[in-house]
T-cell receptor, first 113, second 119 residues
Framework: NAGVMQNPRHLVRRRGQEARLRCSPM?????VYWYRQLPEEGLKFMVY????????ESGMPKERFSAEFPKEGPSILRIQQVVRGDSAAYFC???????????FGNGTRLTVT | AQKITQTQPGMFVQEKEAVTLDCTYD???????LFWYKQPSSGEMIFLIY??????QNATEGRYSLNFQKARKSANLVISASQLGDSAMYFC????????????????FGKGTKLSVKP
């Protein structure tokens, strides 16, 4: 079984550009989570989605960040008008249901120059 | 207050010895889950072990075991017979009960412990 697939693995954007990060959950998983990790820190929750629904976006910055998980296709984390402070590793995770382990992708390393 | 506290920023252990990584948590829920993840230098997050708050027995997975002390709100990870490949960051995480339609359910992570295994 393929694990959680994230792409791209590395993404470089100039300030002001848009970044789109993709995540395909494990087969059979309908819950998707996005986390951000700054260097030398733990993972910070951003958003929790199920198909076509945002369940919890309490960790998402109010501006420039958005996420979706359409009926067909991968989940997308979108960052508009990126700034240097957005540079981080962004991890996607999926699970089958509440309180089951989250399985993580390999992350997307975003660098804003 | 922090939900998950890992008090050891770094730990050293001799190869083949056992090591305990500490984790304490804070919750008022009765139903929750505790998780440990390993993050090697390559960056991926690897799920190691899970303990449910109602589980009577301590969880074990191969060389990993979770020393769950509910009254103390601690969930320490024990790695037996350490190997060089165990050198990594280790994160403790908690997931509180998720009522349908509510806003809980995500994993809350501690700051991690960097384990170095010496040959």
């Amino acid at each position: 079984n393929a694990g959680v697939m994230q792409n791209p693995r590395h993404l470089v954007r100039r300030r002001g550009q848009e970044a789109r990060l993709r995540c395909s959950p494990m087969k059979g998983h309908s819950h998707v989570y996005w986390y951000r990790q700054l260097p030398e820190e733990g993972l910070k929750f951003m958003v929790y989605l199920q198909k076509e629904n945002i369940i919890d976006e309490s960790g998402m910055p109010k501006e420039r960040f958005s996420a979706e998980f359409p009926k067909e296709g991968p989940s997308i984390l979108r960052i508009q008008q990126v700034v240097r402070g957005d540079s981080a590793a962004y991890f996607c995770a999926s699970s089958t249901k509440d309180n089951s382990p989250l399985h993580f992708g390999n992350g997307t390393r975003l660098t804003v120059t | 207050a922090q939900k998950i506290t890992q008090t050891q920023p770094g730990m050293f252990v001799q190869e083949k010895e056992a090591v305990t990584l500490d984790c304490t948590y804070d919750t008022s829920d009765q139903s929750y889950g505790l998780f440990w993840y390993k993050q090697p230098s390559s960056g991926e997050m690897i799920f190691l072990i899970y303990q449910g708050s109602y589980d009577e027995q301590n969880a074990t997975e191969g060389r990993y075991s979770l020393n769950f002390q509910k009254a103390r709100k601690s969930a320490n990870l024990v790695i037996s017979a350490s190997q060089l490949g165990d050198s990594a960051m280790y994160f403790c995480a908690m997931r509180e009960a998720y009522p349908y339609g509510g806003s809980q359910g995500n994993l809350i992570f501690g700051k991690g412990t960097k384990l170095s295994v010496k040959p």
